[in-house]
């Protein structure tokens, strides 16, 4: 199917780090993305790793790819009020087809707590 | 600011009216891509067009259209509309095709059909 899973609800408090989780379904994906979408916004592109990665870190943000168990993390470190937002992640389908499309989570909600 | 602009921002309409969404891809961008995001159906890929195209379509309804014109902005066109197609719109917009590319998302268009 297409359902990239995600859990729903995500709360730290500031400073501890956060480990949003994300199951996805094509295990040829080429790419794989996290968005995050803060209130009132369009989905902004946070980072993406390529499938012949394990690990990416990016400042604060660390990607963890488990491609046997279709398993993708992202970390953040010493989280701020200011990631409060929902988490999406991402891949695209269809890559045999012609036609790929890139196909979102369900979102994970951080709420980052002072 | 992402540069892809999305009018209008909100829109509040009736069942069975019509309604057109406008999108502007940033400059130089050719694919744009259509996203319906709703509390029960999450963020679901609608349609892409490439250059004036249709690309790939997701799960679009059939009194739900787009098209990409010349100057490559593109509108989305809903039709006979439910209470149900209440949701936010997003447009997104990249250089070329989804593979490989990081989509760029406007601020949405909030639906409220009453």
């Known amino acids: 199917g297409e359902d990239v899973e995600q859990s729903l609800f995500l709360s730290v408090r500031e400073g501890d780090s956060s480990v949003i989780n994300c199951t996805y379904t094509?295990?040829?994906?080429?790419?794989l993305y996290w968005y995050k979408q803060e209130p009132g916004a369009g989905l902004q592109l946070l980072t993406y790793?390529?499938?012949?990665?394990d690990m990416k870190q990016d400042q604060r943000l660390t990607v963890l790819l488990n491609k046997k168990d279709k398993h993708l993390s992202l970390r953040i470190a010493d989280t701020q009020t200011g990631d409060s937002a929902i988490y999406f992640c991402?891949?695209?389908?269809?890559?045999?087809?012609?036609?790929?499309?890139?196909?979102f989570g369900t979102g994970t909600r951080l709420l980052v707590s002072p | 600011d992402s540069g892809v602009t999305q009018t209008p921002k909100h829109l509040i309409t009736a069942t069975g009216q019509r309604v057109t969404l406008r999108c502007s891809p940033r400059?130089?961008?050719?694919?744009v891509y259509w996203y319906q995001q709703s509390l029960d159906q999450g963020l679901q890929f609608l349609i892409q067009?490439?250059?004036?195209?249709?690309?790939a379509k997701g799960n679009i309804l059939e009194r739900f259209s787009a098209q990409q014109f010349p100057d490559l902005h593109s509108e989305l066109n809903l039709s006979s509309l439910e209470l149900g197609d209440s949701a936010l719109y997003f447009c997104?917009?990249?250089?070329?095709?989804?593979?490989?590319?990081?989509?760029?998302f406007g601020s949405g268009t909030q639906l409220s059909v009453l």
């Open positions: 997104a917009s990249s250089v070329g095709t989804v593979n490989e590319e990081k989509l760029f």
């Open positions: 094509d295990s040829s994906s080429t790419y």
């Open positions: 790793i390529f499938s012949n990665m």
């Open positions: 991402a891949e695209i389908l269809g890559k045999n087809t012609g036609f790929q499309k890139l196909v």
């Open positions: 400059s130089g961008d050719l694919s």
């Open positions: 067009y490439y250059n004036g195209e249709e690309r």
